[in-house]
């Protein structure tokens, strides 16, 4: 069983923000990474956006905004732009 998570916002059409809150749910340690300043904003605003980053942030999941994925590295390192790595 995996012991964390990295759900990346790659999709304009995907639900990322869905899968984070239900691994999360299952009490993985999750991590949203998403280029925008919020969850989905480019698709549904920012006031959408700003609920859905408190909804997933109630629900247990980091939010990373403003950040892109630089590279995956096996067996299970993502790193970011801003040199952030994740495990």
Known sequence: ???GTVVL???PTGAPDEAAASLAARGLSTT???PESAPQVARLGEWA???LAQWLT???VELRTGVEVERVEAPATVRLDDGTTLE
Do not use: H, N, Q, S
């Open 1 to 3: 069983r995996a012991a």
């Open 9 to 11: 916002d790659a999709t």
């Open 32 to 34: 949203l990474v998403t």
């Open 49 to 51: 956006g700003a609920r």
């Open 58 to 60: 109630a629900a247990g």
